[in-house]
């Protein structure tokens, strides 16, 4: 049978919803540990995170202690397409029609996906296979799409909190499946992946 994606969307974001601030607040600090230790976390180069809406796991520490070779950036829509640009806290956002704050740049001067060295991408729900569901909107799917069934940069990293992990997602052909998944609790390496990690010079 296959699933009602749209339905497992509504529970797993009450879900998220429903932590108290207390657990956000440790939560945002042990995935930063997890994500800066992934085996293959650049040293240089952008990195793009999420503002965090509809109780997303935050990515606030982790912005704050990037190493310095790295640039923060954020997501910026452009027509049906995902771009990114370089934010510091202090700097002019705007929102965007979904009402996600965003930097105030022209879109088409912001940065391609492809000129990433990282990016973390939020997500609704996850498995222990590294499979990702999303909002259902299909922003980074379209956006990595040139990643499917290529090593290219930049690596893919999914996060959120343990509770939204589900027992299996069944795979769309356009899905893209990260390289990792952090939550609070767990950092998901899928085999092939790693062996990627091992072997990748970057």
Request: with cysteine; aromatic share 8%; hydrophobic share 45%.
């Amino acid at each position: 049978m296959t699933q009602d994606r749209d339905t497992l969307r509504r529970q797993l974001r009450q879900l998220r919803r429903e932590l108290p601030a207390a657990a956000r607040i440790a939560a945002a600090e042990s995935l930063a540990r997890r994500i800066l230790a992934l085996p293959f976390f650049p040293q240089s180069g952008y990195v793009a995170g999420y503002w965090a809406m509809d109780g997303e796991i935050g990515l606030h520490v982790l912005q704050l202690r990037l190493p310095p070779g790295l640039v923060w950036c954020l997501p910026v829509l452009d027509g049906d397409r995902l771009r990114f640009a370089p934010w510091r806290a202090g700097d002019p956002l705007v929102t965007n029609r979904f009402g996600i704050p965003e930097p105030d740049v022209a879109p088409s001067s912001a940065l391609e996906p492809q000129a990433l060295a990282l990016a973390v991408m939020p997500l609704v729900g996850f498995d222990a296979g590294g499979q990702r569901l999303g909002m259902g909107g299909g922003w980074y799917d379209r956006g990595f799409a040139f990643r499917h069934g290529s090593a290219a940069p930049p690596w893919l990293v999914g996060a959120g909190f343990a509770v939204q992990q589900v027992p299996e997602l069944e795979a769309a052909p356009w899905d893209v499946v990260p390289d990792a998944i952090c939550t609070e609790s767990a950092t998901v390496l899928p085999h092939d992946r790693t062996a990627r990690a091992e072997t990748d010079p970057a």
